[in-house]
Each structure stands twice: as C-alpha cells, then as structure tokens.
C-alpha cells in the first residue's frame, strides 16, 4: 500500500457527522415527590407498571404515567421528573433539564394556581409546551373580565402561547390535562388537531351553556359530551392560539436550524455565493415539503436574496441574511355552516 500511495494519492473526506434532532412526542411528567430510592432528577418508562414498581401504585407520578400509557395512541416512553418538596418548580424544571432534557411537553402534579402560573411563566421563555389543569370553579363560573383572578382569566391576560389549560371538576383524580397530551402528542406535528378528541380514564363534565362560553372566553379547554360522544374542546393554548400551529411551528424551526446546521458541519464550507445560498434553500425546502407531506402546510415560497446585494458588512460578517420563507398552514375544520332550502 506504501507504494501505491507514492503513485496514487487517494483523499476521502467523511460527511458523516449526525446532529441529534428534537423529539416532539416525548412528554415530562414532573412531579413533587420524595423517595430515596429515586436519587436522579429524572427516568425514562416504557409503562405505567414499571412506574408504579419504582414509585408505588398510590403514587401521583403513577397515576400520570396511567394517563400517558392509557390512550388508544401511546407514547413509547415517557420522562418522570422529580421535584425536591423544598424547591420551587422553576428549580426542578431547571434541574431536570439539565439531566435530561428529551422531551417536549410537561405537566406537573399540582393543579394549584400559583404553581401553574409559574410553570407556564417558565415555559414560555421555552421552546417547550406546557400542559395545566383546574378544577376551580370560578374558571367555569365567572364571565371574563380583565383583571379576574381565576386562573382562567389570569392566563388568558397574560397571553400566553405554551400554556394550554384544561377545566374539570375531577381533575385532581382524573388529570384530564395529561390523558389528552398522552392521546395527541403521538402524532406528527401537523398532522392533528386536538380538538374532538376521545380520551380513556377521564370522566366528561357537565356544562351549561353559560359556562362553556365562559370557558371559550378565557381559551379553557374542556372534556364534554357531545352528541353522546365523549370530546376534548376547544385545543387551543391560553392564547388562542391552536395548540397544532403552536406546534407545528416550533417542529418547522427545529428541522430547519437541523438541517442547515448539519450541513455548515459535514462540509467544507457553505460559500457566500448563489450555490451556497442553494444549499441553505434545500434545506429549507427539505423541513417545508415535509411538513406539506404531515399535512401541516398547504403550499410554501422561499426567497433566497443575491448575495451580493446584502450590506457589505453583514457579507464581511458572514451573515446570510434576507432569507424569507411563507408557509399557508392546511389548518383544520372546527365549525361547519351550510345554508339549504327545500322546495316542492
């Protein structure tokens, strides 16, 4: 070989590298609990027995792990999260994710109002969802009015776009909260809305019309019987916003920063030319045609601008920037109208 090499010089270059992308289906059931035996912050479960063996069958981070495994379209694993009794739940959010930070959405034991303003302020500075539940009575009770203080009313004033809050009477037996992220989160983002949808485990509410208004004014989601069939409503985070969009926009962002950072590693460079801005286009173009192939997006554009015609310091910088992309989401049907006239 010695000698070929002198003859024939042979360079191989390995565009090998992986970078790890994000999950978007794996939930974090955190939970305030102390057991010596359970010395990370963190476990990884394939089912509710393997929980209940860890923690005991009375335990609430059992009664959570039944929620997530219960449904007719369940996760693979789940992340039990271990808050300390004398820390704040910001402190074990943070502790957690500093051990392990592989999941998405979280919810937490308590249904207590402070402790849930507190997790949605922590996850809203997060590339995260957060999942709440109340059974307080006002939320259901009280028309909206700016300045309210159930947790309803202080949510929706705060505008929050990762908090997606559930009311029901039962919620501290039921978690209705977490049996509809076990149902949902499974799908690809894009591909579900989470309205009208079944759950298993949780019981319905019975709600009057009054308090089905209050709730939709407040963006509360709620589990009701419709037309004798079981549902969640409305699927939307405090906001308004649809809980899918929400979703589907942090999975496009994801997949997108993956797959042009996995490029700036595997090669020798991305020049600052029109072929090297086509590289960054394909990728782009790879994240949106497979979130049209989900069924999230309908139809896309991409503007990719002359390199030479951005600043000449940004250009020194090596910073490609006025790169634009337009997405129009498929979105979903939640109200039909139809007009018809009969004659004879």
């Known amino acids: 070989m010695a000698e070929l090499d002198q003859i024939i010089q042979i360079s191989i270059t390995r565009e090998t590298t992986a970078v790890s992308t994000t999950a978007f289906n794996i939930p974090l059931a955190l939970a305030e609990f102390d057991d010596a035996d359970f010395t ?21 981070a059992y009664v959570m792990a039944q929620r997530l495994f219960g449904q007719d379209v369940k996760p693979a694993t789940i992340i039990i999260g271990r808050k300390e009794v004398d820390e704040s739940w910001t402190e074990a959010l943070e502790a957690v994710e500093a051990e392990n930070n592989d999941w998405y959405e979280v919810s ?75 149902d949902q989160l499974q799908y690809t983002p894009g591909s ?30 709620f589990y009701r019987r419709v037309a004798g069939v079981e549902i969640m409503q409305d699927g939307n985070m405090v906001s308004g916003e649809a809980i899918d969009i929400v979703i589907l926009a942090d999975w496009i962002k994801a997949r997108m ?3 042009i950072f996995n490029r700036m590693v595997n090669l020798l460079k991305i020049p600052y030319t029109r072929a090297g801005f086509a590289i960054i286009e394909s990728e782009m173009r790879t ?8 069924g999230g997006i309908d139809t896309f554009s991409i ?42």
């Open 192 to 221: 579900n809305d989470w309205d009208f949808k079944s759950l298993s485990g949780p019981t319905v509410t019975a709600l009057s019309s009054t308090q089905v208004a209050n709730l939709r004014a407040k963006s509360v989601n």
């Open 40 to 60: 990370t912050r963190t476990r990884t479960y394939s089912s509710a027995n393997e929980v209940a063996t860890d923690l005991g069958a009375n335990s609430v």
């Open 108 to 182: 937490i034991s308590s249904h207590e109002d402070a402790d849930i303003l507190e997790v949605a302020a922590a996850v809203e500075a997060r590339e995260k969802v957060f999942f709440a539940g109340t059974g307080v009575a006002a939320v259901a009770d009280v028309p909206y009015t700016v300045g309210a203080t159930d947790i309803g009313s202080q949510l929706f004033d705060r505008n929050y776009t990762r908090t997606a809050l559930v009311y029901s009477p039962t919620i501290d037996v039921d978690f209705t909260e977490v049996a509809w992220v076990g």
């Open 287 to 294: 994240a949106l045609t497979e979130g049209q192939a989900n």
């Open 303 to 344: 503007n990719i601008p002359d390199p030479l015609s951005i600043p000449l310091n940004q250009r020194a910088g090596r910073v490609a920037s006025g790169i634009t992309f337009t997405a129009r989401l498929t979105g979903a049907v939640r109200r039909v109208i139809i007009s018809g006239s009969l004659t004879v």
């Open 257 to 259: 920063q993956e797959g």
